[in-house]
């Protein structure tokens, strides 16, 4: 009778520890900045907001969202923005790092410059 406890408690234990340990490995993959490609440049969509004075004309929206453990290689595919989200030049978008807006759930939000993706398929 001692033993079957003492089986039973070391079988719960280890299967809470894969659970746990599984939950974190799951989490960390999909720990990954919002990124969205526009002017075979890649940008951090932020949630930071914007004034609607500074939003300027709209150049475009995402056409493709792809995994979001994956960098966006094609322009106007993002891993984290919507399909159909629309792009707009931003005011101070020339300034480095230059930036562009983005339009969720009724309100702006900045994407900073991350570089260039010159990974090509």
Known sequence: MK???WFLLIIV???IS??????KVYTDKHNIVRLVKAHDLVFVA????VPKEDVKAEFGEVEKTIKRSQ???GN??????????????HEKG??????IVFKEEGKYYLASE????DNKK
């Open 71 to 73: 960098v966006p290689n």
């Open 94 to 99: 020339n300034d480095f790092p230059r930036s």
């Open 46 to 49: 932020t949630y930071e907001t």
């Open 3 to 5: 033993y079957k406890k």
């Open 114 to 117: 991350a570089g260039s993706n």
């Open 76 to 89: 106007y595919e993002s891993n984290s923005l919507d399909k159909g989200t629309k792009l707009y030049k």
């Open 18 to 23: 894969t659970a746990v340990l599984g939950y």
């Open 13 to 15: 234990i280890l299967f």
